[in-house]
């Protein structure tokens, strides 16, 4: 099953470097539309679902596909509710517009609400991260497959998003000691973390299951740790139970080595 989901991915996300490689050295124009939330859409999004929702569903008729991209009112009527993919065909969305390489394609495996399976793999850096039974993995752009740990630190290099930091994130650093903060797009902070580059990354404030799935996966997989911000601390569920209608989490949660 890991390779040919990294098969997908990679095919998904050499689509998306077709498109962005024209926008970055030809400056040809892309297709970007405003979703209900304002969030920015482009035809290289679109692309890249339609590879991976085709593939999937072809592969594996039997487990339903939840992507950013799909149709809502379709997600809330999946019949195996406790087996599901779910996928973020173009993380980082605002990055591949700015001409920022610090995008990905996030493809994640949910059981009794648990990511039990993650890809994530970065198409400029040709790189993949990946966790499966327990263990993450890193196969660089020349193709060797190293497993990865996370790193401990006394004092923590920091992880924050490129575009979405508030006063609460600010406010909370001011209450740690660290050494750096690093800013980078999308799911990249959480392959970071996995591999030792970074202990850190807090999130305050709203952000959808399928941006961190993959990435809470391989976090695991290399032994650190996903802690919600609600009141009882515990990790992330993505059971789709309740109202999961816009796939938000609203609590925050604190990404870590430890």
């Known amino acids: 099953m890991i390779e040919e989901l990294l098969n997908i991915s990679k095919q998904a996300g050499q689509s998306i470097l077709k498109i962005y490689k024209k926008h970055l050295f030809f400056n040809n124009k892309i297709t970007i539309k405003n979703k209900i939330d304002n969030s920015p859409v482009t035809n290289a999004d679109i692309l890249s679902h ?53 995008f990905t394609v996030n493809i994640s495996l949910i059981k009794n609400g648990n990511p039990i399976i993650g890809v994530i793999y970065v198409p400029f850096f040709n790189v993949f991260y990946y966790s499966y039974k327990n263990e993450s993995w890193i196969i660089n752009s020349n193709n060797c497959r190293k497993k990865i740990f996370v790193k401990k630190k006394k004092i923590a290099t920091v992880l924050t998003s490129r575009t979405h930091t508030d006063k609460k994130i ?31 990354y807090p999130r305050f404030g709203n952000i959808h299951t399928w941006d961190i799935a993959a990435g809470h996966s391989i976090l695991l997989g290399a032994k ?35």
């Open 224 to 258: 650190g740790y996903l802690h919600s911000l609600s009141d009882d601390k515990k990790s992330i569920n993505y059971s789709l139970t309740g109202n999961k209608s816009d796939f938000l989490i609203k609590t925050g949660f604190i990404a870590s080595s430890f």
């Open 50 to 102: 339609n590879i991976i929702y085709n593939n999937l569903v072809k592969l594996y008729p039997d487990i339903p596909v939840i992507s950013e991209e799909s149709n809502m009112n379709s997600l809330l009527n999946v019949k195996k509710k406790n087996l599901y993919w779910l996928v973020d065909p173009l993380d980082g969305t605002k990055e591949f517009i700015n001409k920022n390489n610090e």
């Open 170 to 200: 600010n406010k909370y650093l001011e209450s740690i000691p660290y050494d750096k903060i690093i800013k980078i797009g999308s799911s990249l902070k959480f392959c970071h973390l996995a591999e030792g580059k970074a202990q850190l």
